[in-house]
């Protein structure tokens, strides 16, 4: 039973068309991978299911019609997102940053210290002023405060040491094992999202090309769409 | 404690500290300029909240200082007259008793603050300060032509108001109420500052679409900001008023807006005891520098220049140093 639904969905920037035809589909607890080479519509796509776009199409999530809400509201359903190059709070510390996020549910202060024990480290310290990968866990533990049903990750591991790349592999891989939470993720590492994902969608020119399991995505289509 | 917490402290003992000096001293008039000192602060700990926290800037919270203003001139005004404030569908009597007068003022200014929010905030930067000050000017000529409470003469009120249990008149005990009023509302914004609403509008302020993505609506936690602080507002307007024991049309002037942002200015926007300090420091230089010249405002003027150019965090960011970014 799908969670997510997207049919046929289009956007744009101004007057420069970025989707053309976007069909994705999320059941509960499911993990999606979301690929594409750079500029054909991942983001943008994101972006619609988030409400941060126009987007015509359809999109349904939990049977509800999201293409008419704003983007808070879209948040409120339980459409938890880390935002592609992180986007904390800078001038909140690590606290104020999940504890502002927080919604009623079971991520709490505890629960994703326990994910990212970093974070409680570095409690009182400004997210400006954090690390790279710290600002990533940061992002993460913000998306799951708002205790989502559909957590969205947009090139959560982008731009990392291989170490802490890990470590949030890690966290998604024990979101998987240990929640009913259902999974978008988008990134560029084949080999990792291979492990993770049940499911593969690949995009290109702003239009879903490939959909299935993702023990069916061959060497060629991946070598086609996504260039690895 | 941090350094602005120490900051914090030495203001208010200080108020403490200059109004028990006075009383002690038989100095009336001064206890008078702390307590007018205290008022101020609490209308621009208002405005603060707003500006600080939610990076409004209103021109027009004048309206609620008014609305504060006239709430207990009209309340009083009834009671002095013996005459009900109105009598249909039901009997309304006015009242000399603070903590209504209070009420009713807090709660006139929130309707207000809804309605006005509403209307300014589908604006931004320039055009929001317009439509706050059209509203203050609206008000304004609204209560000059008020022909049944004073027009342009205003009202006066021959005899203070009473707190149950204290002498309202005793200028010491009056300064009380209005210092514990302003210490209580400090709590309450500093409670309010840090917790996830406070947090969030600090957020929204500084990057107003990031905060939708954890479900937050900017523009629903700005209302929520201003409504909050017109209320704020509203009750140092009754606390004026009832100071003066005169109310009159310049309390909505636009002067009045720029005088309450001047405090938050002078003292440091953004910080919890700035408009104290802002206020504190106007006062004095009304007195001291009201004795030297009738023109004092030029080097008020002047000073203002010298903070905004070379002391962004005001008064309280000089003492206590920068704090977070307030843009």
């Known amino acids: ?228 | 404690m941090s350094r602005e917490g120490i900051v914090n402290a030495v203001l208010l003992v200080g108020f403490v500290a200059v109004a028990a000096w006075a009383h002690f001293a038989g100095e009336p008039f001064t206890i008078t300029l702390a307590t007018r000192a205290a008022i101020f602060a609490l209308a621009a700990v208002g405005l603060n909240f707003a500006l600080g926290l939610g990076g409004l800037v209103s021109l027009g919270h004048a309206v609620f200082f008014g609305i504060g203003g006239y709430a207990m001139g009209i309340l009083a005004f009834h009671a002095q007259n013996y005459t009900p404030l109105m009598e249909w569908p039901f009997a309304i009597p006015g009242t000399k008793v603070m903590p209504i007068i209070w009420l009713t003022a807090i709660v006139t200014a929130a309707l207000a603050a809804l309605v006005i929010g509403l209307l300014s905030l589908r604006t931004s930067g320039v055009y929001f300060i317009m439509i706050t000050l059209a509203f203050g000017q609206m008000f304004f000529y609204f209560a000059i032509s008020w022909s049944a409470y004073g027009g342009e003469d205003g009202l006066s009120i021959y005899i203070r108001n009473g707190f149950p249990g204290l002498n309202t008149l005793v200028p010491i005990q009056f300064f009380g109420i209005c210092f514990v009023l302003l210490c209580a509302v400090l709590w309450f914004v500093s409670r309010m500052e840090r917790s996830p609403f406070g947090l969030m509008l600090n957020a929204a302020r500084q990057v107003p679409h990031r905060v939708e993505t954890v479900g937050l609506d900017p523009q629903r936690a700005k209302l929520v900001a201003f409504v909050i602080s017109g209320a704020i507002t509203a009750l140092a307007g009754a606390l004026f008023a009832d100071l003066n024991r005169f109310v009159s049309p310049t309390m909505f002037s636009w002067q009045t807006s720029g005088e309450i942002m001047i405090f938050v200015i002078l003292g440091g926007v953004a910080r919890l005891c700035g408009p104290v300090a802002g206020a504190a420091l106007f006062v004095a230089l009304e007195h001291w520098l009201g004795d030297l010249s009738d023109y004092w405002h030029i080097y008020l003027g002047l000073l203002l220049l010298l903070i905004v150019l070379f002391l962004r965090g005001g008064i309280v960011g000089f003492l206590a140093g920068r704090a977070r970014a307030h843009d």
């Not at chain 1, 919604?103 to 997210?127: I, K, N, S």
């Not at chain 1, 259902?182 to 990134?187: A, F, G, P, Q």
């Open chain 1, 1 to 228: 039973m799908s969670f997510l639904t997207l049919r046929g969905v289009t956007a744009s920037y101004g007057a420069s068309q970025a989707l053309f035809g976007i069909d994705l589909d999320i059941a509960e607890g499911e993990v999606v991978a979301l690929m594409g080479r750079n500029g054909m519509g991942k983001t943008t796509t994101v972006k619609a299911i988030c409400r941060m776009l126009p987007a015509g199409g359809t999109i349904t999530f939990d049977g509800k019609d999201l293409t008419r809400l704003p983007s808070h509201a879209a948040a409120r359903l339980g459409i938890g997102l880390v935002p592609e190059g992180r986007r904390c709070f800078r001038d909140l510390t690590v606290w104020e940053n999940l504890i502002a996020a927080h919604r009623p549910g079971a991520w709490d202060w505890q629960a994703v210290t326990r994910l990212f024990p970093r974070l409680a480290e570095r409690r009182d310290q400004r997210a400006a002023t954090l690390s790279g990968g710290e600002q990533q866990m940061l992002a993460v533990g913000r998306a799951l405060m708002t205790n989502p049903r559909l957590l969205i990750l947009d090139e959560a591991t982008e731009g990392l040491a291989p170490l802490i790349r890990a470590e949030i592999w890690d966290a998604i891989a024990r979101l998987k094992a240990d929640t009913a939470m259902s999974i978008l993720v988008i990134d560029k590492s084949l080999k990792e999202l291979r492990q993770v994902a049940d499911c593969a969608v690949l995009v290109a020119r702003g239009r879903t090309v490939w959909t299935g399991a993702m023990a069916d995505l061959d060497a060629e289509t991946s070598a086609a769409h996504v260039g690895v």
